[in-house]
């Protein structure tokens, strides 16, 4: 069965650090990955995706995420975080299979603080 | 945003009636997904389906079930509710070379 893994449940930064959220994957073939982001009382919209070509995939707000095959990791980073950057990142992962199973982990808290 | 419509978004109900939750699509698209968000849990799959009449179990489907009978709509079901199903229920689509998107999600009390 495919899962993922989100190291960090809480992270904590001021305005302008830079960030880094970890997300690893088990899965035995092809996959699609997908970070998404969710505003306190929201649902969850897209950050950004990756299904193939450059692993080094860039969304909106500045995130970028880079495909490490090898590592089976999917690692979110922004340069210089904001304080409306506040919220909670999920990352997701969908195998190549015709059913489609999208699992998501965990999720990580990113406070900012100004 | 995505054509989708979850209802009822608010509901209250006591331990041991059933429920039943609509997801409505307008977008024609083929996967459909339940998830249940609780804290500390992230997203957790309940039931999911890969087009019309099929489903499959997600890793927390006990206690839950689903019905497809056409495109636009995927209903998931409480036979008998419990106050551990107290949780914050999103419906979600996709399309194959998509990303999901998400409805506005349900919460639902159990007392």
Redesign the interface.
Known sequence: AQSVSQHNHHVILSEAASLELGCNYSYGGTVNLFWYVQYPGQHLQLLLKYFSGDPLVKGIKGFEAEFIKSKFSFNLRKPSVQWSDTAEYFCAVVGSGSARQLTFGSGTQLTVLP | DAGITQSPRHKVTETGTPVTLRCHQTENHR?M?W?RQDP??????IH?S?GVKDT?K??VSDGYSVSRSKTEDFLLTLESATSSQTSVY?C?I?E??T??F????TRLTVV
């Open positions: 996967y997904y998830y500390g849990h992230g997203l957790r799959l999911y890969y499959d997600g890793e999103f979600a996709s194959m070379n990303e999901a998400f409805g506005q999600g």
